[in-house]
């Protein structure tokens, strides 16, 4: 019933940003993680955090850089413990996508390391974008799977292989820059080729950055 009622509240922007705040404090702390109610609380947070998205999309960009600070969180927990934790931050990125803040949400993903996690999150982000792409997307999602040890995840994985090249190929050459197009063209080689010739080939790949 209690959740109920803030619920009802966060559509007002002032009721949210202190929400924000005081989620922001808890996940900042050590002790929050180590804490009696902390299954519970977390995931009640991450519904907050998502109800704000959808309600008060202004606040994204605040939400945004909560979830990449709380994305290691701090104290001494165990791999298992993180891992959770980053599952369920990176499932909030998606949302925020979903409900439209996408370039903001790559450029952050780009200069992240999500190790495996990053197959979960390129799957179900190819999964619900759709078609003509921007510039900006085309560039930093590129630029997020271009990198070598990207690249190795994806790749050792036949669905996201498959996934990734279907996007590849659905892009239209004559719209990409001469920059992007290149970079392009060997990726879409490099998915393409069957799975243990693609995870041998060269990391010519490794040195090239495609701007957003």
């Not at 999500?114 to 197959?119: N, S």
């Amino acid at each position: 019933k209690n959740l109920q009622s803030i619920q009802s509240h966060l559509e007002y922007p002032i009721v949210s940003v202190g929400m924000i705040k005081w989620i922001a404090k808890k996940f900042l702390e050590s002790e929050f993680y180590i804490s009696t109610h902390f299954s519970v609380s977390y995931r009640i947070f991450h519904f907050l955090l998502r109800e704000i998205t959808r309600r008060n999309k202004p606040l994204c960009p605040i939400i945004l850089q909560l979830l990449i600070k709380a994305f290691n969180p701090p104290g001494e927990l165990s791999t298992n413990e993180k891992e959770r934790i980053r599952t369920i931050i990176v499932e909030d990125l998606l949302y925020m996508i979903k409900y439209g803040f996408v370039v903001p949400v790559l450029k952050e993903v780009a200069s992240m390391s999500l190790g495996t996690l990053l197959r979960f999150f390129v799957k179900k982000l190819l999964a619900v974008i759709e078609g003509p792409f921007s510039e900006s997307f085309v560039g930093t999602f590129i630029q997020i799977i271009s990198s070598s040890s990207n690249r190795e995840i994806l790749l050792s994985h036949n669905d996201t292989r498959s996934a990734v090249l279907k996007f590849l190929q659905s892009l239209d050459r004559a719209s990409l820059s001469l920059f992007v197009q290149p970079v392009v063209d060997d990726l879409t080689k490099e998915f393409s080729a069957p799975l243990a010739s693609s995870l041998s080939l060269s990391t010519s790949l490794s040195s090239s950055v495609v701007s957003a």
